[in-house]
């Protein structure tokens, strides 16, 4: 009996060491390695929540891992990236992702999945029919803006981008290199760190607000004369205070939802399609995966009759800005 049970605590703990060198020598899996695509600021989804994870495992602080690259999520990429003998511009493209992975324990990650897509340009039209539509792409600048200006302009569409200016630095030389001399592509204020001003004082609603206005009109040399508050939020302050600045609030008609289908192209057009009417202003976002989606968006639009214009250069062309419906918080 007594044998019998040593033997049986014998087999259990012969089977736990097995166990756990099995565990051990198992190649760990690389969460890193899964998630490919390119971020940066305004970045949304399950990448970035990973990406997060990623980070506050090492010790870092990234904000919470809610799949919104934010403002702590930028200085958490920025250190990691200086930490590592990496160039720390923000942008998480394969070497950032190779150097997350191997610092988790994980391995290096394959590489040339997040290239570029080829282009597919619309036909640009040059005699607009009288429906006309207005671009609009949220949480910019990013290290693909360049590229959705020159997609933009190869389709010779015009666009309206808001932008934060807590990555201000993505406004590089190819940016505006690319923005100085045109007036097609308007640059709005989105505040400095794409905050929910429904939640703040009114000293710190003219900071997000004025300051991100002082700093796109030094960047654009360009007076800013449109406003969009984060997810569609804002009180009497947020109104006032944009008013007082000579700034008029711009909300939407149709929100593609393009930061959370990606690359999930039929949905976005479906959106577009149910809802498009004259005059709609139209909101997207400054990510990879709708500027990769961009041309075909521009034809379907096309293709039901609809031409582009844009927000006036002034505000004493007209009132095409007034503030249109709150839309729910878009996280
Ligand atoms: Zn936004």
Not at 14 to 35: D, N, Q, S, T
Not at 123 to 129: E, F, K, R
Not at 198 to 203: A, E, T, V
Request: with cysteine.
């Amino acid at each position: 009996m007594r044998r019998a049970r040593r033997q049986r605590v014998w087999w259990c703990v012969v089977a736990a060491i097995f166990w756990l060198a099995c565990w051990a020598g198992a190649p760990r899996p690389a969460r890193a390695a899964e998630a490919q695509p390119l971020l940066g600021p305004g970045s949304h989804g399950e990448a970035v929540t990973i990406l997060q994870q990623e980070l506050a495992q090492m010790g870092d602080d990234p904000g919470p891992a809610d799949g919104w690259f934010g403002p702590a999520t930028l200085r958490a990429v920025l250190r990691f990236q200086a930490s590592h003998g990496l160039v720390a511009d923000g942008w998480v493209g394969p070497r950032t992702w190779a150097a997350l992975a191997q610092a988790a324990g994980g391995g290096i990650p394959d590489d040339g999945t997040s290239g570029f897509a080829g282009e597919d340009t619309g036909d640009p039209n040059q005699d607009p029919p009288a429906k006309r539509v207005i671009l609009t792409f949220d949480d910019g600048p990013s290290p693909w803006t360049a590229r959705l200006v020159d997609t933009l302009r190869e389709a010779n569409v015009p666009a309206v981008f808001f932008w934060n200016t807590y990555h201000i630095q993505f406004a590089n030389d190819a940016v505006m290199q690319r923005l100085r001399g045109h007036d097609d592509i308007l640059i709005g204020d989105h505040t400095v760190d794409h905050a929910d001003l429904i939640h703040l004082s009114r000293d710190a609603q003219s900071h997000e607000i004025l300051d991100a206005k002082r700093t796109l009109e030094r960047v654009t040399g360009q007076p800013v004369l449109y406003f969009r508050p984060p997810y569609g939020d804002f009180n009497a302050t947020t109104r006032k205070i944009a008013q007082d600045a000579g700034m008029q609030m711009v909300m939407w008609d149709v929100d593609t939802l393009d930061w959370k289908y990606g690359r999930d192209e039929a949905p976005i057009l479906r959106i577009i399609q149910r809802e498009v009417r004259p005059g709609a202003i139209i909101l997207m976002h400054d990510h990879l995966s709708t500027i990769d989606e961009l041309p075909d968006i521009i034809r379907t639009l096309r293709n039901l009759g609809y031409g582009f214009t844009n927000l006036p250069q002034s505000p004493s062309d007209g009132g095409a800005a007034s503030p249109r419906r709150a839309e729910p918080r878009v996280r």
